[in-house]
C-alpha cells in the first residue's frame, strides 16, 4: 500500500484545496461590502450623494428606492434648465415670502 506511505506535503490537492478556500473567503469579504455600499440597489434607503462638493466638477447622485438619477455640474453659475417662477423676499423677522410671478392666483383667475 504505497497511498498510505505518501507524505502529505507533496500532495498538490491540498494546495489547490487551500487556494479554493482563500478565495472564498475573498468572494465573502466583497460581497459583504457591496451590501454596506450606501448606493446599493439591495438597499431601500433613500440616500444622495455628493462628489467634489463646490467644484465645477460636482456630482450629485440620489437615490430613491431602486431609482438612481445622476446630476453632473456644468460648472456655470446660475445655469441649468428651468424658468424663472417668481420672487422670494426676506422679512425683517427672517421669514421668507414667496411671490408668484405672471402666474394664476390660488382660485385659477389671472392677476389683474
Not at 489547490?16 to 431601500?44: E, K, M, R, W, Y
Not at 445655469?79 to 410671478?101: L, Q
Amino acid at each position: 500500500m504505497r497511498f498510505l506511505d505518501e507524505d502529505e506535503e507533496l500532495n498538490p490537492i491540498l494546495s489547490a484545496v487551500n487556494l479554493v478556500d482563500v478565495f472564498l473567503v475573498i468572494i465573502a469579504a466583497l460581497l459583504i461590502a457591496l451590501a454596506q455600499n450606501p448606493l446599493s440597489t439591495f438597499s431601500s434607503e433613500d440616500v444622495t450623494v455628493i462628489k467634489n462638493a463646490g467644484k465645477p466638477n460636482m456630482e450629485i447622485i440620489v437615490k430613491k428606492g431602486k431609482e438612481i438619477k445622476q446630476y453632473k455640474s456644468t460648472g456655470e453659475v446660475g445655469s441649468g434648465e428651468g424658468m424663472r417662477a417668481g420672487i422670494a423676499y426676506t422679512m425683517a423677522d427672517g421669514s421668507f415670502v414667496y411671490v408668484p410671478e405672471g402666474g394664476k392666483d390660488k382660485t385659477g383667475a389671472k392677476p389683474k
